[in-house]
């Protein structure tokens, strides 16, 4: 199975100011398609998963362009270019490349 | 809008079995490969399962964490997917979501919460 590693596990971040997360999976994610399957999922307090990110870099319907995703091969990022008090959650890094499916172990983003 | 909407979870003793049930509206259901993931309390992500379209072949494909007890099916005619669990253990215990699997831009239901203990 392959292994997705987030850093941090944990983000204090003041509002208004920059966040960034990192994701490493154990294999490279470029699927036989030429497609990378990498997702960011945000999940609010008492809320499912959301999809903000897919393909890397692609902003699902009516996310924010505050949220940018990059990467290649096996080290990927999240972006938020202003954190605003709504984007309190744990994000996820997700691959869909290969099943079984595997998600990072998530972050935290707390904001001061 | 695409919309999915789990039912069918509860409270069920060691051993026993449940059946979830996954509505889905707004979109081709017969051409979308289906997943279910579950949240344990207070966890993170866990990948349950997945079944293809029947025009990729139907087939399904299971964590090793529940293979020989869950059986993932799809109804295409009421666009429903269905997750069958059985022998169900306390660590079975989460929050059941489906996700509509679209080339990356997954949909996803609000869950349902499966409760398991005597």
């Known amino acids: 199975d392959i292994v997705m590693t987030q850093t941090p596990l944990s983000s204090p971040v003041t509002l208004g100011q920059p966040a960034s997360i990192s994701c490493r999976s154990s294999?490279?994610?470029?699927?036989?398609?030429?497609?990378?399957?990498l997702s960011w999922l945000q999940q609010r307090p008492g809320q499912p998963p959301r999809l903000l990110i897919y393909k890397i870099s692609n902003r699902f319907s009516g996310v924010p362009d505050r949220f940018s995703g990059s990467g290649a091969g096996t080290e990927f990022t999240l972006k938020i270019s202003r954190v605003e008090a709504e984007d309190a959650g744990v994000y996820y890094c997700m691959q869909v490349t290969q099943s079984p499916h595997t998600f990072g172990q998530g972050t935290k983003l707390e904001i001061k | 809008e695409v919309q999915l909407v789990e039912s069918g979870g509860g409270l069920v003793k060691p051993g026993g079995s449940l059946r979830l049930s996954c509505a889905v509206s707004g979109f081709t259901f017969s051409n979308a490969w289906m997943t279910w993931v579950r949240q344990a309390p207070g966890k993170g992500l866990e990948w349950v399962g997945r079944i293809k379209s029947k025009a990729s072949g139907g087939a399904t494909d299971y964590a090793a964490s529940v293979k020989g007890r869950f059986t993932i099916s799809r109804d295409d005619s009421k666009n429903t997917l269905y997750l069958q669990m059985n022998s169900l253990k306390t660590d079975d215990a989460a929050v059941y979501y489906c996700v509509l699997e679209w080339f990356g831009e997954d949909h996803w239901g609000q869950g349902t919460l499966v409760t398991v203990s005597s």
């Open positions: 294999q490279s994610l470029v699927h036989s398609d030429g497609n990378t399957y």
